[in-house]
Protein backbone atom coordinates (compact mmCIF):
# COMPACT_ATOMS: atom_id res chain seq x y z
CA UNK A 1 0.00 0.00 0.00
CA UNK A 2 1.47 3.31 -0.87
CA UNK A 3 1.12 6.72 1.54
CA UNK A 4 -1.81 7.85 -0.55
CA UNK A 5 -3.84 4.18 -0.51
CA UNK A 6 -3.38 2.68 -3.68
CA UNK A 7 -3.38 -1.13 -3.55
CA UNK A 8 -0.93 -3.05 -5.30
CA UNK A 9 -0.22 -6.70 -5.17
CA UNK A 10 3.86 -7.98 -5.25
CA UNK A 11 4.34 -11.48 -6.97
CA UNK A 12 5.88 -13.61 -9.73
CA UNK A 13 5.09 -13.89 -13.79
CA UNK A 14 7.07 -15.93 -15.82
CA UNK A 15 10.48 -15.51 -13.75
CA UNK A 16 9.77 -11.58 -13.26
CA UNK A 17 8.86 -10.02 -9.93
CA UNK A 18 6.23 -8.06 -10.52
CA UNK A 19 3.36 -5.60 -9.15
CA UNK A 20 -0.23 -5.30 -10.31
CA UNK A 21 -2.36 -2.26 -9.59
CA UNK A 22 -5.73 -1.26 -10.85
CA UNK A 23 -6.90 1.84 -11.42
CA UNK A 24 -10.05 1.79 -13.36
CA UNK A 25 -10.91 3.79 -16.53
CA UNK A 26 -9.75 7.69 -16.79
CA UNK A 27 -7.07 9.85 -17.21
CA UNK A 28 -6.98 11.70 -13.32
CA UNK A 29 -7.33 7.87 -11.80
CA UNK A 30 -4.85 6.25 -13.92
CA UNK A 31 -2.11 9.12 -13.31
CA UNK A 32 -2.66 9.29 -9.98
CA UNK A 33 -1.87 4.89 -9.95
CA UNK A 34 0.87 5.44 -12.14
CA UNK A 35 2.91 7.97 -9.93
CA UNK A 36 2.04 6.16 -7.01
CA UNK A 37 3.14 2.96 -7.61
CA UNK A 38 6.51 3.77 -9.96
CA UNK A 39 7.18 6.56 -7.21
CA UNK A 40 7.00 3.49 -4.58
CA UNK A 41 7.80 0.16 -6.44
CA UNK A 42 10.44 2.10 -8.65
CA UNK A 43 9.87 -0.07 -11.67
CA UNK A 44 12.53 -1.33 -14.52
CA UNK A 45 9.77 -2.32 -16.84
CA UNK A 46 5.78 -1.24 -16.89
CA UNK A 47 3.46 -3.55 -18.90
CA UNK A 48 0.27 -1.50 -19.19
CA UNK A 49 -2.45 -3.70 -19.73
CA UNK A 50 -5.85 -2.79 -20.70
CA UNK A 51 -8.59 -2.28 -23.91
CA UNK A 52 -9.19 -0.71 -26.81
CA UNK A 53 -11.16 -0.18 -29.74
CA UNK A 54 -9.72 -1.85 -33.54
CA UNK A 55 -9.68 -0.07 -36.11
CA UNK A 56 -7.51 -1.80 -38.53
CA UNK A 57 -9.10 -3.93 -41.22
CA UNK A 58 -8.20 -8.48 -39.47
CA UNK A 59 -8.46 -7.39 -36.47
CA UNK A 60 -11.41 -8.37 -34.10
CA UNK A 61 -12.96 -8.55 -30.25
CA UNK A 62 -10.92 -10.34 -28.26
CA UNK A 63 -7.51 -9.51 -30.42
CA UNK A 64 -4.58 -8.22 -28.56
CA UNK A 65 -2.65 -5.29 -30.01
CA UNK A 66 1.17 -4.82 -28.56
CA UNK A 67 2.09 -1.00 -28.85
CA UNK A 68 5.09 -0.96 -31.43
CA UNK A 69 4.42 2.81 -31.11
CA UNK A 70 2.02 4.97 -29.09
CA UNK A 71 1.36 8.49 -30.55
CA UNK A 72 -1.44 11.38 -28.84
CA UNK A 73 -4.64 12.07 -31.14
CA UNK A 74 -4.47 15.68 -30.85
CA UNK A 75 -7.85 16.31 -31.89
CA UNK A 76 -10.97 14.48 -34.05
CA UNK A 77 -9.19 15.90 -37.42
CA UNK A 78 -6.64 12.91 -37.03
CA UNK A 79 -3.41 14.87 -36.09
CA UNK A 80 -0.59 13.72 -33.69
CA UNK A 81 1.60 15.41 -32.03
CA UNK A 82 4.76 13.67 -31.77
CA UNK A 83 6.35 15.20 -28.53
CA UNK A 84 4.09 12.53 -26.52
CA UNK A 85 5.18 9.41 -28.52
CA UNK A 86 6.08 6.46 -26.92
CA UNK A 87 7.99 3.28 -28.64
CA UNK A 88 9.35 0.49 -26.40
CA UNK A 89 12.54 -0.61 -26.14
CA UNK A 90 13.89 -3.92 -28.77
CA UNK A 91 13.99 -6.00 -25.71
CA UNK A 92 10.59 -5.43 -24.48
CA UNK A 93 9.17 -6.24 -28.01
CA UNK A 94 11.28 -9.29 -28.49
CA UNK A 95 9.97 -10.72 -25.41
CA UNK A 96 6.22 -9.75 -26.81
CA UNK A 97 7.10 -11.71 -29.32
CA UNK A 98 8.47 -14.84 -28.05
CA UNK A 99 5.59 -14.59 -25.81
CA UNK A 100 3.07 -14.42 -28.62
CA UNK A 101 4.63 -17.38 -30.48
CA UNK A 102 5.06 -20.18 -27.45
CA UNK A 103 1.36 -20.69 -27.18
CA UNK A 104 1.54 -20.03 -22.89
CA UNK A 105 -0.53 -16.16 -23.27
CA UNK A 106 -3.74 -18.11 -23.86
CA UNK A 107 -5.70 -20.44 -22.22
CA UNK A 108 -9.00 -21.13 -24.49
CA UNK A 109 -12.65 -20.80 -21.83
CA UNK A 110 -13.62 -24.67 -21.53
CA UNK A 111 -17.04 -25.90 -22.89
CA UNK A 112 -16.70 -22.93 -25.05
CA UNK A 113 -15.42 -22.88 -28.66
CA UNK A 114 -14.37 -19.62 -29.79
CA UNK A 115 -11.94 -18.55 -32.15
CA UNK A 116 -8.39 -18.14 -30.95
CA UNK A 117 -7.55 -14.59 -30.63
CA UNK A 118 -4.60 -13.75 -32.55
CA UNK A 119 -1.62 -11.11 -31.50
CA UNK A 120 -1.03 -7.79 -33.73
CA UNK A 121 2.41 -5.98 -33.41
CA UNK A 122 1.40 -2.15 -34.35
CA UNK A 123 0.62 1.36 -33.34
CA UNK A 124 -2.06 2.42 -31.18
CA UNK A 125 -3.26 5.90 -30.89
CA UNK A 126 -4.24 7.57 -27.48
CA UNK A 127 -6.60 10.28 -26.51
CA UNK A 128 -8.64 12.13 -23.90
CA UNK A 129 -11.51 12.53 -26.38
CA UNK A 130 -14.71 10.95 -25.93
CA UNK A 131 -15.42 10.75 -29.74
CA UNK A 132 -13.69 9.32 -32.36
CA UNK A 133 -13.81 9.62 -36.20
CA UNK A 134 -12.97 6.32 -37.35
CA UNK A 135 -13.04 7.31 -41.38
CA UNK A 136 -10.14 10.25 -40.56
CA UNK A 137 -7.65 8.18 -38.76
CA UNK A 138 -7.59 5.74 -41.05
CA UNK A 139 -6.92 8.55 -43.70
CA UNK A 140 -4.16 10.06 -41.87
CA UNK A 141 -2.91 6.98 -40.64
CA UNK A 142 -4.09 3.36 -42.20
CA UNK A 143 -0.93 1.83 -39.45
CA UNK A 144 -2.76 2.32 -36.49
CA UNK A 145 -4.46 -1.02 -35.08
CA UNK A 146 -5.93 0.35 -32.31
CA UNK A 147 -7.68 3.52 -30.24
CA UNK A 148 -7.71 3.73 -26.16
CA UNK A 149 -8.15 6.32 -23.57
CA UNK A 150 -5.98 5.46 -20.56
CA UNK A 151 -2.16 4.99 -22.04
CA UNK A 152 -1.96 9.20 -22.32
CA UNK A 153 -1.78 9.30 -18.31
CA UNK A 154 0.75 6.46 -18.18
CA UNK A 155 2.56 7.91 -20.98
CA UNK A 156 3.07 11.04 -19.66
CA UNK A 157 3.64 9.75 -16.20
CA UNK A 158 6.77 7.84 -17.17
CA UNK A 159 7.73 10.58 -19.99
CA UNK A 160 10.63 11.19 -17.68
CA UNK A 161 11.52 8.35 -16.47
CA UNK A 162 14.36 5.90 -17.22
CA UNK A 163 10.72 2.71 -16.71
CA UNK A 164 10.38 1.01 -20.01
CA UNK A 165 6.92 0.59 -20.95
CA UNK A 166 4.90 -1.73 -22.89
CA UNK A 167 1.61 -1.35 -23.90
CA UNK A 168 -0.96 -3.94 -24.66
CA UNK A 169 -4.30 -3.99 -25.25
CA UNK A 170 -7.30 -6.54 -25.96
CA UNK A 171 -9.40 -5.46 -28.19
CA UNK A 172 -13.11 -4.73 -26.65
CA UNK A 173 -15.18 -4.35 -29.40
CA UNK A 174 -14.34 -2.76 -33.17
CA UNK A 175 -15.50 0.26 -34.69
CA UNK A 176 -16.57 -0.34 -38.33
CA UNK A 177 -19.41 2.26 -38.51
CA UNK A 178 -18.76 5.11 -40.28
CA UNK A 179 -18.33 8.67 -39.37
CA UNK A 180 -18.38 9.47 -35.33
CA UNK A 181 -18.38 6.78 -32.75
CA UNK A 182 -18.22 6.83 -29.30
CA UNK A 183 -16.41 3.97 -27.92
Known amino acids: VTNRGTIYELGL???????????????????????????HVHPEVVLFV??????????HA???????????????????????????????????????????????PPNLEVREPMVFFGRILTTTNLIVNRDQIQTADPDVFAIDWDSFSVLSTLQSSKTELLVIRGIGARSDAPGDTQV
Open 13 to 39: FLGWEVAIAQAGRGGPAMTLVANEVVD
Open 50 to 59: GVAVGVHDGI
Open 62 to 108: RDVVVATKIDLLANQRGSRRSRLTMQPTHRLLQRARFEATNGRWYRP
